[in-house]
């Protein structure tokens, strides 16, 4: 069984060694993302203080993660070579990954679905989420669920992001 459901400071031990795949993956095919020591197990505390960190657990098994957030991103302020389709309220999604032998199973778009679960019961009707330019099966993954590319923005530490955003239906 599936299911979704906020992090526990006890999922910590689960979600680490899912980074160190992602983290893996990328320094293989050349992507510069995660590769900072970001994200990390006190950036991890910070999103379950906040209340925005969940996980997708299998069988009692941590097989995935994200950041949900029902809030305006300041690296999102200013877009470049593009514009964001509306300037209403939004939520965002960020730190999103699956465990390496559970891929190709639509785990991530599932929990993009409950994100926008999230953001349609708090009345908001925008998603935005980010990633790195060379990151294409992430790409890949925000075009099959209906995000539209909208241009570029930057990080705190000024390395550049391309961004999208969903317009949710009712």
Same mark, same amino acid.
């Given at each position: 069984?599936?299911?979704?459901?906020?992090?526990?400071?006890?999922?910590?031990? $689960?979600?680490? +060694?899912?980074?160190?795949?992602?983290?893996? %993956? =990328?320094?293989?095919?050349?992507?510069?993302?995660?590769?900072?020591?970001? +994200? @990390?197990?006190?950036?991890?505390?910070?999103?379950?203080?906040?209340? *925005?960190?969940?996980?997708?657990?299998?069988?009692? !098994?941590?097989? *995935? =993660?994200?950041?949900?957030?029902?809030?305006?991103?300041?690296?999102?302020?200013? &877009?470049?070579? *593009? !514009?964001?389709?509306?300037?209403?309220?939004? *939520?965002?999604?960020?730190? &999103?990954?699956?465990?390496?032998?559970?891929?190709?199973? @639509?785990?991530?778009?599932?929990?993009?679905? %409950?994100?926008?679960?999230?953001?349609?019961? $708090?009345?908001?009707?925008?998603?935005?989420? !980010?990633?790195?330019?060379?990151?294409?099966?992430?790409?890949?993954?925000?075009?099959?669920?209906?995000?539209?590319?909208?241009?570029?923005?930057?990080?705190?530490?000024?390395? +550049?992001?391309?961004? =999208?955003?969903?317009?949710?239906?009712?």
């Amino acid at each position: 069984m599936l299911e979704v459901r906020k992090t526990t400071i006890e999922d910590l031990e $689960k979600i680490m +060694p899912i980074v160190e795949e992602a983290r893996a %993956y =990328f320094k293989a095919h050349g992507i510069d993302q995660w590769q900072n020591g970001y +994200p @990390n197990y006190e950036g991890f505390l910070e999103d379950i203080k906040n209340n *925005g960190s969940y996980v997708l657990v299998e069988d009692k !098994d941590v097989v *995935g =993660f994200c950041y949900i957030g029902l809030h305006d991103d300041p690296n999102y302020s200013l &877009i470049e070579e *593009g !514009d964001w389709l509306n300037e209403e309220a939004y *939520g965002v999604i960020h730190r &999103i990954a699956i465990k390496n032998a559970k891929k190709g199973n @639509n785990y991530a778009s599932l929990l993009l679905q %409950y994100a926008e679960k999230l953001a349609k019961e $708090k009345g908001i009707s925008n998603l935005r989420i !980010d990633t790195h330019e060379k990151n294409t099966s992430m790409q890949a993954l925000v075009k099959k669920n209906g995000y539209i590319y909208c241009g570029r923005v930057y990080m705190e530490d000024h390395s +550049p992001r391309i961004a =999208f955003q969903k317009i949710l239906e009712d």
